[in-house]
């Protein structure tokens, strides 16, 4: 399980996997940044940036070991 913090402010979210993280970012986005959501410029590519920016951002982030903070 990795936790990540929204890329737009510190709130932030836990998956296994990217995609489980994006899902879990889902309702607080929905929530917090609907601004952003439901932005009429926003296009595909920029849904595809977003998707490689925080993918790579994800994969950057270490695992957390169970029953415990420490980051390995
Ligand atoms: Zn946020």
């Given at each position: ?60 982030v270490s ?6 903070n420490i980051?390995?």
């Open positions: 399980m990795k936790t990540l913090k929204c890329d737009l402010c510190e709130v932030s979210a836990e998956g296994a996997t990217f995609e489980e993280w994006m899902e879990a970012l889902h309702p607080h986005y929905e929530k917090t940044h609907a601004e952003v959501m439901n932005d009429l410029n926003h296009t595909k590519e920029d849904t595809e940036k977003w998707m490689i920016e925080n993918n790579a951002r994800f994969d950057a695992h957390v070991h169970k029953n415990s980051l390995l």
